[in-house]
């Protein structure tokens, strides 16, 4: 009679355990700490761009008079850029991250535009260190937009399990949890790496 209710109680117990983890107990915080661990990438490629900038400039603003203007204002827009820092628990805040959006989508304009000015300056073009520069750029503008991607699959599939049963049970009861607010370019194509060629003359 013992075993029997030995066998009983584990099968309730399984049962329970069974039935919370389909209530968003484990999916919910699982899905949002995808989603904080995918932002933490797009602010380390945000992070290496910021860090390229300053070689850039160093390397181009002998060879560049004319350009001054380009340089100064990749420069201040890398200053926004760096000075808005979103946090985990900002990632619900859509004007934040619009904020943040609008900040590296100018970024972006200004160092695609001093990219394209630069291929009248044959001593530039055939300057290695600019050269090496302009591919590690144009290289880092691609794994923000792969980073990006990635972000917003990971808020996609984080907002859909707090929103669905019986995953929502455990989302409004147990965590409260709220949705993340997707990154969304502050221009259209600003996320999208520029297509810059600096080998034709």
């Known amino acids: 009679m013992k075993l029997v209710s030995a066998a009983r109680n584990l099968a309730l117990a399984a049962g329970l355990a069974l039935s919370l983890s389909a209530c968003g107990i484990n999916s919910v915080p699982t899905a949002e700490e995808n989603a904080k661990a995918k932002w933490a990438d797009v602010e380390a490629q945000f992070q290496r761009r910021a860090n390229l900038i300053p070689n850039l400039v160093e390397v181009t603003q002998g060879a560049a008079e004319n350009e001054r203007g380009i340089l100064t204002e990749v420069t201040e827009a890398r200053a926004r850029a760096t000075s808005i820092n ?35 300056y044959p001593t530039i073009q055939s300057n290695q260190n600019f050269l090496a520069l302009q591919s590690q750029l144009e290289g880092t503008e691609n794994r923000i937009a792969v980073a990006i991607r990635d972000y917003n699959e990971a808020v996609r599939q984080y907002n859909t399990t707090i929103r669905t049963f019986p995953d ?12 993340l607010a997707p990154y969304e370019a502050a221009t259209e194509g600003a996320e999208v790496a520029p297509d810059i060629d600096m080998t034709s003359n």
């Open 168 to 179: 929502i049970i455990g989302a409004n009861i147990i965590h409260g949890a709220d949705p």
């Open 86 to 120: 979103i946090s985990a628990d900002d990632l619900g805040d859509a004007s934040k991250m619009q904020e943040m959006a609008q900040a590296q989508g100018q970024l972006s304009q200004g160092l695609g535009r001093l990219l394209a000015s630069f291929e009248a």
